[in-house]
Protein backbone atom coordinates (compact mmCIF):
# COMPACT_ATOMS: atom_id res chain seq x y z
CA UNK A 1 0.00 0.00 0.00
CA UNK A 2 1.11 3.39 -0.96
CA UNK A 3 1.43 6.17 1.54
CA UNK A 4 -0.79 8.16 -0.60
CA UNK A 5 -3.54 5.12 -0.21
CA UNK A 6 -3.05 4.42 3.55
CA UNK A 7 -6.17 4.80 6.18
CA UNK A 8 -6.94 7.62 7.45
CA UNK A 9 -7.73 7.24 10.80
CA UNK A 10 -10.83 9.46 12.90
CA UNK A 11 -8.88 10.11 15.73
CA UNK A 12 -5.42 8.67 16.75
CA UNK A 13 -5.49 8.12 20.03
CA UNK A 14 -2.56 6.15 19.83
CA UNK A 15 -0.46 9.11 18.76
CA UNK A 16 -2.11 11.97 21.03
CA UNK A 17 -0.86 9.81 24.09
CA UNK A 18 2.15 7.81 22.30
CA UNK A 19 4.75 10.35 23.11
CA UNK A 20 4.12 10.80 26.80
CA UNK A 21 4.10 7.19 27.58
CA UNK A 22 7.06 7.49 29.74
CA UNK A 23 5.54 10.41 31.58
CA UNK A 24 2.56 8.33 32.19
CA UNK A 25 4.20 5.06 33.30
CA UNK A 26 6.25 7.86 36.19
CA UNK A 27 3.54 9.56 36.99
CA UNK A 28 1.52 5.96 38.02
CA UNK A 29 4.63 4.61 39.62
CA UNK A 30 4.39 7.69 41.70
CA UNK A 31 0.85 7.02 43.11
CA UNK A 32 1.90 3.22 43.74
CA UNK A 33 4.74 4.58 45.70
CA UNK A 34 2.47 7.02 48.18
CA UNK A 35 -0.64 4.92 48.03
CA UNK A 36 -3.56 7.51 47.38
CA UNK A 37 -5.72 6.96 44.88
CA UNK A 38 -8.67 8.60 45.61
CA UNK A 39 -8.10 12.49 46.33
CA UNK A 40 -4.06 12.36 46.34
CA UNK A 41 -2.27 14.84 46.02
CA UNK A 42 -2.37 15.15 41.92
CA UNK A 43 -6.08 15.83 42.59
CA UNK A 44 -5.44 18.71 44.43
CA UNK A 45 -2.50 19.83 41.60
CA UNK A 46 -4.61 19.38 38.44
CA UNK A 47 -7.65 21.02 39.90
CA UNK A 48 -5.45 24.04 40.54
CA UNK A 49 -3.98 23.86 37.26
CA UNK A 50 -7.04 23.36 35.39
CA UNK A 51 -8.59 26.33 36.74
CA UNK A 52 -5.67 28.35 36.19
CA UNK A 53 -6.36 27.38 32.45
CA UNK A 54 -10.01 28.26 32.75
CA UNK A 55 -8.95 31.55 34.13
CA UNK A 56 -11.70 30.36 36.82
CA UNK A 57 -11.48 30.29 40.33
CA UNK A 58 -11.92 26.74 41.10
CA UNK A 59 -12.42 23.18 40.06
CA UNK A 60 -13.34 20.01 41.38
CA UNK A 61 -12.59 16.61 39.64
CA UNK A 62 -15.51 14.24 38.91
CA UNK A 63 -15.87 11.22 37.91
CA UNK A 64 -17.15 11.68 34.19
CA UNK A 65 -18.36 14.76 32.15
CA UNK A 66 -21.98 13.65 33.03
CA UNK A 67 -21.41 13.70 36.59
CA UNK A 68 -20.09 17.55 36.08
CA UNK A 69 -23.52 18.86 34.86
CA UNK A 70 -25.80 16.90 37.02
CA UNK A 71 -23.64 17.99 40.17
CA UNK A 72 -23.60 21.66 39.28
CA UNK A 73 -27.70 21.68 38.70
CA UNK A 74 -27.83 19.80 42.20
CA UNK A 75 -25.46 22.11 43.55
CA UNK A 76 -27.36 25.18 42.14
CA UNK A 77 -31.11 23.63 43.64
CA UNK A 78 -32.54 22.56 40.29
CA UNK A 79 -34.99 20.08 40.32
CA UNK A 80 -38.47 18.80 40.26
CA UNK A 81 -40.30 21.42 38.80
CA UNK A 82 -38.21 23.17 37.13
CA UNK A 83 -36.94 23.15 33.58
CA UNK A 84 -33.91 23.69 31.67
CA UNK A 85 -33.26 24.95 28.29
CA UNK A 86 -30.71 22.73 26.31
CA UNK A 87 -29.97 22.27 22.44
CA UNK A 88 -31.41 19.95 20.64
CA UNK A 89 -28.58 19.28 18.98
CA UNK A 90 -25.91 17.82 21.39
CA UNK A 91 -24.81 14.43 22.90
CA UNK A 92 -27.67 12.95 24.74
CA UNK A 93 -25.38 13.63 28.60
CA UNK A 94 -26.67 17.13 28.44
CA UNK A 95 -30.11 16.57 28.64
CA UNK A 96 -29.42 13.29 30.72
CA UNK A 97 -28.20 15.20 33.51
CA UNK A 98 -30.93 17.49 33.83
CA UNK A 99 -33.47 14.65 33.93
CA UNK A 100 -31.56 12.60 36.52
CA UNK A 101 -31.87 16.02 39.10
CA UNK A 102 -35.38 15.76 38.53
CA UNK A 103 -35.78 18.65 36.50
CA UNK A 104 -37.23 18.72 33.00
CA UNK A 105 -35.71 19.55 29.66
CA UNK A 106 -36.85 22.26 27.27
CA UNK A 107 -35.24 21.53 24.02
CA UNK A 108 -34.84 24.51 21.07
CA UNK A 109 -33.44 25.10 18.05
CA UNK A 110 -29.80 25.19 17.06
CA UNK A 111 -28.28 28.55 14.51
CA UNK A 112 -27.94 27.17 10.68
CA UNK A 113 -24.62 27.90 10.58
CA UNK A 114 -22.35 27.21 13.16
CA UNK A 115 -25.13 24.32 14.95
CA UNK A 116 -25.24 25.80 18.53
CA UNK A 117 -28.11 26.90 20.65
CA UNK A 118 -29.52 29.76 19.22
CA UNK A 119 -30.18 32.74 21.62
CA UNK A 120 -33.34 33.51 20.38
CA UNK A 121 -35.05 30.65 20.21
CA UNK A 122 -33.86 30.19 23.90
CA UNK A 123 -35.02 33.62 25.06
CA UNK A 124 -38.55 32.56 23.71
CA UNK A 125 -38.58 29.27 25.21
CA UNK A 126 -38.40 30.57 28.81
CA UNK A 127 -41.19 30.42 31.11
CA UNK A 128 -42.20 30.61 34.97
CA UNK A 129 -40.74 26.91 35.99
CA UNK A 130 -37.07 28.25 33.27
CA UNK A 131 -34.48 27.87 36.04
CA UNK A 132 -31.41 27.52 33.41
CA UNK A 133 -29.88 27.71 29.95
CA UNK A 134 -27.18 25.39 29.68
CA UNK A 135 -25.09 26.33 26.60
CA UNK A 136 -23.07 23.30 24.71
CA UNK A 137 -20.18 24.50 23.12
CA UNK A 138 -20.22 22.10 20.28
CA UNK A 139 -17.36 21.18 18.12
CA UNK A 140 -14.62 22.54 19.92
CA UNK A 141 -16.29 26.20 19.11
CA UNK A 142 -18.32 28.19 22.46
CA UNK A 143 -21.56 29.61 22.01
CA UNK A 144 -22.64 33.21 21.75
CA UNK A 145 -22.03 34.04 25.42
CA UNK A 146 -22.17 37.47 25.25
CA UNK A 147 -26.13 37.12 23.79
CA UNK A 148 -26.73 34.00 25.95
CA UNK A 149 -25.85 35.78 29.09
CA UNK A 150 -27.92 38.90 28.19
CA UNK A 151 -30.94 36.59 27.81
CA UNK A 152 -30.35 34.86 31.46
CA UNK A 153 -29.57 38.66 33.15
CA UNK A 154 -33.06 39.34 31.52
CA UNK A 155 -34.95 36.47 32.78
CA UNK A 156 -32.77 35.94 36.14
CA UNK A 157 -31.34 32.51 34.60
CA UNK A 158 -28.34 30.76 35.52
CA UNK A 159 -26.31 30.17 32.74
CA UNK A 160 -24.56 26.80 32.49
CA UNK A 161 -21.81 25.64 30.11
CA UNK A 162 -21.12 22.61 28.62
CA UNK A 163 -17.81 22.27 27.55
CA UNK A 164 -16.96 19.04 27.31
CA UNK A 165 -15.73 19.29 23.70
CA UNK A 166 -14.28 22.75 24.20
CA UNK A 167 -10.96 22.60 26.12
CA UNK A 168 -8.96 25.82 25.22
CA UNK A 169 -11.67 27.15 23.61
CA UNK A 170 -12.69 31.03 23.94
CA UNK A 171 -15.48 33.53 22.63
CA UNK A 172 -14.76 37.27 23.05
CA UNK A 173 -11.57 36.50 24.63
CA UNK A 174 -13.02 34.29 27.21
CA UNK A 175 -11.93 30.83 27.88
CA UNK A 176 -14.77 28.55 27.97
CA UNK A 177 -15.48 27.37 31.34
CA UNK A 178 -14.78 31.04 32.99
CA UNK A 179 -18.01 32.33 32.03
CA UNK A 180 -21.30 30.73 32.78
CA UNK A 181 -22.14 30.35 36.51
CA UNK A 182 -20.25 27.12 36.11
CA UNK A 183 -19.17 24.46 33.67
CA UNK A 184 -18.76 20.58 32.88
CA UNK A 185 -15.69 19.24 31.24
CA UNK A 186 -15.47 15.82 30.13
CA UNK A 187 -12.04 14.01 30.09
CA UNK A 188 -13.31 11.21 28.34
CA UNK A 189 -10.59 10.18 26.23
CA UNK A 190 -11.16 11.37 22.99
CA UNK A 191 -11.46 14.73 24.16
CA UNK A 192 -9.07 17.40 23.30
CA UNK A 193 -7.70 16.86 26.49
CA UNK A 194 -8.51 13.50 27.24
CA UNK A 195 -7.62 11.13 30.52
CA UNK A 196 -6.86 7.13 29.93
CA UNK A 197 -10.48 6.50 31.03
CA UNK A 198 -13.11 8.72 32.37
CA UNK A 199 -13.10 11.87 33.73
CA UNK A 200 -14.98 15.28 34.60
CA UNK A 201 -14.45 18.61 36.43
CA UNK A 202 -16.63 21.30 37.33
CA UNK A 203 -14.95 24.52 36.93
CA UNK A 204 -16.58 27.74 38.52
CA UNK A 205 -15.95 31.29 39.71
CA UNK A 206 -18.07 30.89 42.80
CA UNK A 207 -15.94 29.31 45.51
CA UNK A 208 -18.69 28.10 47.78
CA UNK A 209 -20.93 26.85 44.90
CA UNK A 210 -17.44 24.81 44.22
CA UNK A 211 -16.88 23.47 47.73
CA UNK A 212 -20.79 22.25 47.76
CA UNK A 213 -20.19 20.63 44.42
CA UNK A 214 -16.90 18.96 46.22
CA UNK A 215 -18.85 17.51 49.16
CA UNK A 216 -22.03 16.34 46.76
CA UNK A 217 -19.59 14.22 44.88
CA UNK A 218 -18.09 13.02 48.30
CA UNK A 219 -21.25 11.37 49.90
CA UNK A 220 -22.59 14.88 50.75
CA UNK A 221 -19.94 14.37 53.71
CA UNK A 222 -20.11 18.02 56.33
CA UNK A 223 -17.17 20.18 55.84
CA UNK A 224 -16.61 19.74 59.23
CA UNK A 225 -16.32 15.69 59.74
CA UNK A 226 -16.18 13.30 57.53
CA UNK A 227 -18.52 10.91 59.48
CA UNK A 228 -21.45 13.22 59.44
CA UNK A 229 -23.22 13.97 56.13
CA UNK A 230 -25.54 17.22 55.81
CA UNK A 231 -26.16 16.95 52.57
CA UNK A 232 -27.99 13.79 50.16
CA UNK A 233 -24.77 13.33 48.10
CA UNK A 234 -23.00 10.73 45.30
CA UNK A 235 -19.77 8.79 44.71
CA UNK A 236 -17.91 11.11 41.87
CA UNK A 237 -14.49 11.53 42.45
CA UNK A 238 -11.76 11.93 39.73
CA UNK A 239 -8.79 9.49 40.78
CA UNK A 240 -5.26 10.05 41.33
CA UNK A 241 -4.06 8.08 38.61
CA UNK A 242 -6.15 9.86 36.07
CA UNK A 243 -5.30 13.30 37.59
CA UNK A 244 -1.82 13.01 36.79
CA UNK A 245 -1.88 12.14 33.35
CA UNK A 246 -4.27 15.19 33.11
CA UNK A 247 -1.52 17.05 34.06
CA UNK A 248 0.81 15.81 32.05
CA UNK A 249 -1.36 16.42 28.97
CA UNK A 250 -2.81 20.05 29.64
CA UNK A 251 1.27 21.35 29.19
CA UNK A 252 0.54 20.51 25.77
CA UNK A 253 -3.17 21.08 25.17
CA UNK A 254 -2.46 24.72 23.49
CA UNK A 255 -0.02 23.05 21.14
CA UNK A 256 -2.68 19.94 20.01
CA UNK A 257 -5.50 22.42 19.69
CA UNK A 258 -3.04 24.12 17.46
CA UNK A 259 -2.82 21.15 15.51
CA UNK A 260 -6.66 20.93 14.98
CA UNK A 261 -6.58 24.34 14.14
CA UNK A 262 -3.83 24.11 10.98
CA UNK A 263 -6.03 20.86 10.21
CA UNK A 264 -8.99 22.55 9.71
CA UNK A 265 -7.69 25.41 7.95
CA UNK A 266 -6.94 22.99 5.15
CA UNK A 267 -9.91 21.32 5.11
CA UNK A 268 -11.01 24.48 4.59
CA UNK A 269 -9.07 25.23 1.78
CA UNK A 270 -9.10 21.76 0.18
CA UNK A 271 -12.89 20.63 0.63
CA UNK A 272 -15.06 19.70 -2.45
CA UNK A 273 -17.76 23.19 -2.61
CA UNK A 274 -20.14 19.76 -2.13
CA UNK A 275 -19.22 19.84 1.20
CA UNK A 276 -20.30 22.18 3.60
CA UNK A 277 -17.93 22.93 6.49
CA UNK A 278 -20.01 24.29 9.82
CA UNK A 279 -19.19 28.12 10.00
CA UNK A 280 -17.06 29.74 13.17
CA UNK A 281 -18.38 32.67 14.55
CA UNK A 282 -16.06 35.84 14.22
CA UNK A 283 -15.63 36.51 18.04
CA UNK A 284 -15.12 32.11 18.74
CA UNK A 285 -11.47 30.66 18.79
CA UNK A 286 -12.61 27.16 18.39
CA UNK A 287 -10.37 24.32 19.15
CA UNK A 288 -12.18 21.39 16.78
CA UNK A 289 -12.98 19.16 18.90
CA UNK A 290 -14.88 17.56 15.71
CA UNK A 291 -14.25 18.39 11.98
CA UNK A 292 -18.30 18.49 11.24
CA UNK A 293 -19.41 19.51 7.83
CA UNK A 294 -22.93 18.94 5.98
CA UNK A 295 -23.21 16.71 2.83
CA UNK A 296 -25.86 15.38 0.47
CA UNK A 297 -26.37 11.76 -0.10
CA UNK A 298 -24.99 11.00 3.57
CA UNK A 299 -24.93 7.43 3.11
CA UNK A 300 -22.97 7.06 0.05
CA UNK A 301 -20.50 9.81 0.91
CA UNK A 302 -19.75 7.59 3.82
CA UNK A 303 -19.90 4.53 2.09
CA UNK A 304 -17.28 5.94 -0.25
CA UNK A 305 -15.35 7.07 2.62
CA UNK A 306 -15.10 3.24 4.54
CA UNK A 307 -14.25 1.64 1.73
CA UNK A 308 -11.08 4.24 1.32
CA UNK A 309 -10.43 3.47 4.54
CA UNK A 310 -11.23 7.08 6.16
CA UNK A 311 -12.62 7.20 9.60
CA UNK A 312 -15.80 9.51 10.19
CA UNK A 313 -18.06 9.98 12.60
CA UNK A 314 -21.95 11.38 12.93
CA UNK A 315 -22.26 13.80 16.24
CA UNK A 316 -25.44 13.41 16.04
CA UNK A 317 -27.79 12.10 13.83
CA UNK A 318 -30.75 12.00 16.04
CA UNK A 319 -31.65 15.06 17.63
CA UNK A 320 -32.16 14.97 21.80
CA UNK A 321 -36.45 16.08 21.04
CA UNK A 322 -36.76 12.87 18.73
CA UNK A 323 -34.80 10.52 20.62
CA UNK A 324 -36.78 7.35 21.90
CA UNK A 325 -36.07 8.17 25.54
CA UNK A 326 -37.30 11.45 25.36
CA UNK A 327 -40.06 11.05 24.30
CA UNK A 328 -41.99 12.84 27.64
CA UNK A 329 -39.99 16.04 26.40
CA UNK A 330 -40.89 16.20 22.53
CA UNK A 331 -40.80 19.49 21.09
CA UNK A 332 -42.61 21.75 18.63
CA UNK A 333 -40.75 20.93 15.49
CA UNK A 334 -37.18 22.17 15.49
CA UNK A 335 -36.63 22.66 11.66
CA UNK A 336 -32.78 23.59 11.74
CA UNK A 337 -31.37 20.43 14.19
CA UNK A 338 -33.90 17.90 12.46
CA UNK A 339 -32.32 19.21 8.86
CA UNK A 340 -28.76 19.29 10.14
CA UNK A 341 -29.18 15.38 11.43
CA UNK A 342 -29.55 14.24 8.22
CA UNK A 343 -26.63 15.90 6.84
CA UNK A 344 -23.91 16.40 9.23
CA UNK A 345 -20.88 14.49 9.05
CA UNK A 346 -17.63 14.35 10.89
CA UNK A 347 -14.10 14.32 9.51
CA UNK A 348 -11.34 12.45 11.26
CA UNK A 349 -9.52 15.42 13.70
CA UNK A 350 -6.42 14.77 15.63
CA UNK A 351 -3.22 17.57 17.07
CA UNK A 352 -1.47 14.59 14.75
CA UNK A 353 -3.00 14.69 11.29
CA UNK A 354 -0.89 15.65 8.83
CA UNK A 355 -1.32 17.79 6.01
CA UNK A 356 -1.45 14.33 3.39
CA UNK A 357 -3.84 13.04 5.22
CA UNK A 358 -6.43 15.97 5.25
CA UNK A 359 -5.48 16.04 1.53
CA UNK A 360 -5.92 12.43 1.33
CA UNK A 361 -9.71 12.86 3.16
CA UNK A 362 -11.16 15.94 0.56
CA UNK A 363 -9.39 14.34 -2.24
CA UNK A 364 -11.54 10.78 -1.44
CA UNK A 365 -14.27 13.45 -0.70
CA UNK A 366 -14.27 15.09 -4.34
CA UNK A 367 -14.33 11.62 -5.83
CA UNK A 368 -17.91 10.91 -4.18
CA UNK A 369 -19.42 13.51 -4.21
CA UNK A 370 -18.86 14.44 -7.59
Not at 124 to 138: E, F, P, Q, S
Not at 188 to 213: F, H, M, R, S, W
Request: hydrophobic share 45%.
Amino acid sequence: MTAANQPVPFLDLAGVNGALRGDFELAYAEVLEHGRFINGPEVARFETEFADYCQAAACVGVGNGTDALELILAGLGIGPGDEVIVPANTFIATAEAVCYVGARPRFVDVLPDTLLLDPDAADAAVNKNTAAIIGVHLFGQMVDTERLLRVTAKHGLAFIEDAAQAHGARFAGQRAGGVGVAAGFSFYPGKNLGALGDGGAVVTQDAELADKIRRLADHGRSADSRFHHDLRGRNSRLDSVQAGALSLKLRGLDQGNKGRVRAWEQYLAELPEQVRPVTRHAKAEAVYHLAVVEVDNREKVCAGLTEAGIGWGLHYPVPCHLDAAYGDYRAESLPVAERAAERILSLPMSPTLSERQVARVCEVLRSVTE
